[in-house]
């Protein structure tokens, strides 16, 4: 069976709740063998960590685009303590989820590229990669990527990837991999699939954004939802259905896919090879 990563996905979210532990041995029943866990601000600090190390998974610290509206300056100063405090933790892969959002409206634009850009500082401080939201910004993302790379190449992730590309391009030679997702299922989303037909191998990892973005086969209209019908929600167990999708627009085998996205998230999160190994080690005898 292939085995896959999923570099983004929330397993804390609220709409898992008791179900979680049965959703992720779900996913790993499919081939998922690890998930990456961000954190979306200080409050779930915690939580991320812990279920991470209880699941036998990697999360990452940062303050979300779309919480930044709530978040204090003394929250920037306890993510820098938390990373010097979990600076050995195997499982603490990234900072993320940290970035730019100019979808949304009514969000404090000046105040979102100021925790961005002291958290990139962060993460170089600490010699971390970065899980970046990149959602209608990312030619601002790379404005702060490059005054604050100090000279050296990123490693990270432009997580749901969806701009053009030559903002594509741009993203890989500054040193990232590009996530794809459930978006890239929908047959309309004719660029996304072309980027993900035609952009190097070595750039792309998977991921869910679980229980977000959904597939096209969990996806119901605004006209569906007011007939009756419940949305789906998305779990890191449709990963292999989602990559089958994204092989066969490649015309390559979900085996070799799997194989090359599991080498992308191990160069661009290395913390992630060894977790892996532990992830694969059968268990001890009772």
């Known amino acids: 069976m292939a085995s896959f990563i999923d570099t983004h996905c929330h397993l804390d979210a609220p709409e898992f709740g008791a179900q979680m532990p049965e959703i992720r041995a779900r996913a790993a029943a499919l081939g998922v063998s690890l998930c990456v866990i961000p ?18 998974d990697a ?47 009514g969000l404090d634009g000046p105040k979102q590229e ?7 500082q962060l993460a170089r401080k600490h010699g971390l990669p970065v899980l970046i939201h990149v959602r209608r910004s990312v030619d601002k993302v790379l404005k702060h990527l490059r005054q604050t790379a100090g000279g050296q190449p990123w490693q990270g ?23 794809f997702g459930g978006a890239v299922t929908f047959e309309r989303a004719l660029q996304l699939r072309r980027l993900a037909t035609t952009l190097p191998l070595s750039a792309i990892v998977m991921e869910t954004d679980a229980p977000d973005i959904q597939p096209h086969w969990l996806y119901r209209t605004q006209a569906q939802r007011e007939a009756g019908q419940a949305q789906g929600r998305n779990e890191p167990g449709e990963l292999p259905r989602i990559a089958q999708v994204v092989a066969g627009l490649r015309g390559i085998g979900v085996d070799e896919l799997a194989a090359a996205t599991t080498r992308n998230a191990f160069e661009t999160l290395p ?3 060894s977790l892996m190994a532990l992830s694969e080690r059968p268990p001890h005898p009772a």
């Open 39 to 56: 954190a979306v601000a200080a409050f779930n600090f915690d939580t991320v960590r812990e279920l991470a190390h209880r699941q036998g």
């Open 59 to 105: 999360y990452a610290l940062g303050i979300h685009p779309l919480c930044t509206g709530e978040a204090k300056d003394a929250d920037l100063e306890t993510l820098d303590a938390e990373l010097t405090t979990r600076r050995d933790d195997p499982r603490l892969v990234a900072v993320g989820e940290i970035g730019l959002d100019y979808f949304v409206e």
């Open 114 to 120: 100021r925790f961005f850009h002291t958290q990139l």
């Open 157 to 179: 992730i432009a997580h749901a990837f969806n701009g053009s590309e030559q903002q594509a391009d741009a993203c890989i030679a500054i040193g990232l991999k590009l996530g």
């Open 271 to 273: 913390k992630l090879e």
